[in-house]
């Protein structure tokens, strides 16, 4: 008895350090490459010539982020990331505030104002989300480009174009013509768990479209934004495909468009501890928002796999 | 549906006594008003762009968009190609690299995402701090992700030159080199950015099993092998097609990761059928063909989508 209780004892701490071995295996697997690139933006590049890879900076300098930052090469123009940082940001900010607060409008009419053909409507809107945007590439690229003739001559009228044309305004416009369908489905399928009966006994009351939103659906939504926020922010700041597509050159590039510039511009040697530094400074708004509101990213994750 | 009879109703009441005033009837229009700059947004720029898209497959477009229709040219040099193994042309390295990368890319995924899932759910301490360890490459960019991979699959400076600075001189890895390998380090790259977000669709189903169902499958005497093959791994199978479904439509879409990971191989021989629309399209000036590729894409994660999207919805409508 005691032998058999003992050897099950054995069996089971044998397989307790198994499965932390197994987890810290792939532990060190998901953090290698960030660690890597985190100790070479740090080292000078004499030290990743001659050193380990893994190996801690033995004369750590910050250099290489000051020249990622300010100096390094972006095919010819030798300005630094800043300024495509600034690009990205302001892009985003005005993709993601109005693709959201359409999302929530959209999502409020598809659940508590229903009418004949909200499911095709939200069915349609839905299968938007999930094209190749290949599909709709070429197009896009073609009415960009008159609505850019038309800035031209409108600056040539009236001396200003109105931001028609504008690289930046265009990737917003399609950031949050693309966007739209997620933002919908996530308010949708919030709000369809939201008690109709509230939004019913406001009506009564006589509380019109606008005030229910505002003084009923709005300050219960606090989470479904943050989820949609945060969700919007990290696909519109990651986005390369649109931004190659219509800001692909010059600068008016997103960040990471400039990213990949910088690592494949070849002028004299690459160095490597700039390129590190730069992809890690286009990582760290998206790593920052996931490290303070993991909970949500994930949850917006599983909201835009898992739906219904 | 009782909803809209709600203010339908009030409407009625209040055309009883008197007609319905213009700013009465706007308020009804309301929710239709607000909704349709979305809609008419999504049917022309999704639906209204891709009918164009099509229209373009069936031109002689080159450099700039030709709109007399010349028939399916485009895509019988693309079916023409898709036989062309010697020496391969671009679009055949592009499907075969997508039906290795699709296959080994889904398969790895699912397959670490649930041992993942698994393993972090043997009542683990600290599963606080490595969940979010395995999940975090989801919020980097592929951009990110392909650079941070080039540099540590690069034979000069990364593994390689690791192993054999701690001894391991024969070690030899050049895949990212290799012309003939290079689609599997693509692959590598994206199992690790997305393997950890399986992973947590896989733990939030086995959260959802029923620990009633367990005890009493373990006090029938199944092992924890068994319990896992026969009872949990079976009743993950909607968990199972939701990643499929994901991973799959990734899978189409990848594009951004070729890039900045192989800038698209030797010879565009890391190529995807996304590199190889965009390629086309505006660099090698061959719209139509571009076009029709675009086209066979949508096709096929349609024919994934469209039926999963189908029944998730009727579904729920009962």
Known sequence: ???????????????????????????????????????????????????????????????????????????????????????????????????????????????????????????????????????????????????????????????????????????????????????????????????????????????????????????????????????????????????????????????????????????????????????????????????????????GLMAGAVKG | MTITTLPDRVAAQAGATRPVSLRERLQDLLPKIVLAPSFVAVIVFVYGFILWTVYLSFTNSKTFPNYNLTGTRAYERLWGWTFESDPPSSWYTSITNLGTFGVLYIGLCMALGLLLAILLDQKIRGEGILRPIYLYPMALSFIVTGVAWKWFLDPGLGLEKTLHAWGWESFHFDWIKNKDRVIYTVVIAGVWQASGFVMAMFLAGLRGIDSEIMKAAQIDGATTVQLYRRIVIPMLRPIFLSAFIVLAHMAIKSYDLVVALTSGGPGGSAWLPSNFMYEYTFKRNEMAVGSASAVIMLMTISAIIVPYLYSELREKGR
């Open chain 1, 1 to 299: 008895m005691s032998t058999a209780s003992s050897s099950a004892e054995g069996r089971s701490t044998l397989d307790r350090v198994v499965i932390y071995g197994l987890l810290g295996l792939f532990a060190a697997f998901y953090l290698i490459p960030l660690f890597v690139m985190l100790v070479t933006s740090f080292k000078p590049m004499d030290e990743i010539q001659s050193g380990n890879m893994l190996a801690l900076p033995r004369d750590p300098t910050i250099e290489p982020w000051m020249k990622a930052w300010g100096e390094a090469c972006v095919g010819l123009t030798c300005a630094g990331i800043k300024g495509y940082f600034w690009n990205s940001t302001k892009m985003v900010v005005p993709a993601v505030a109005i693709s959201t607060v359409l999302g929530a409008l959209n999502g409020y009419v598809l659940t508590k104002w229903r009418f004949r053909g909200h499911k095709v409507v939200f069915g349609l809107m839905l299968f938007a989300c999930f094209i190749p945007f290949q599909a709709v590439l070429l197009p896009m690229a073609t009415i960009l480009g008159s609505l850019g003739r038309f800035g031209n001559d409108l600056q040539d009228l009236i001396g200003t174009s109105l931001g028609f044309g504008n690289p930046t305004v265009n990737l917003v416009i399609v950031h949050v013509v693309y966007g739209l369908g997620f933002t919908t489905l996530f308010f949708r399928n919030y709000y369809e768990a939201f008690p109709t009966e509230l939004v019913k006994a406001a009506q009564v009351d006589g509380a019109s479209f606008f005030q229910i939103f505002w003084r009923i659906m709005l300050p219960n939504s606090a989470p479904i934004f943050v989820v949609t926020v945060i969700y919007q922010f990290t696909n519109i700041w990651n986005d390369f495909l649109f931004a190659s597509a219509y800001a692909g050159s010059g600068d008016v590039m997103p960040m990471t468009v400039a990213l990949n510039n910088v690592v494949n511009t070849s002028t004299g040697v690459v160095e490597y501890n700039v390129n590190m530094a730069a992809a890690i400074i286009a990582a760290l708004p998206t790593l920052f928002v996931y490290v303070v509101a993991g909970r949500y990213f994930v949850r």
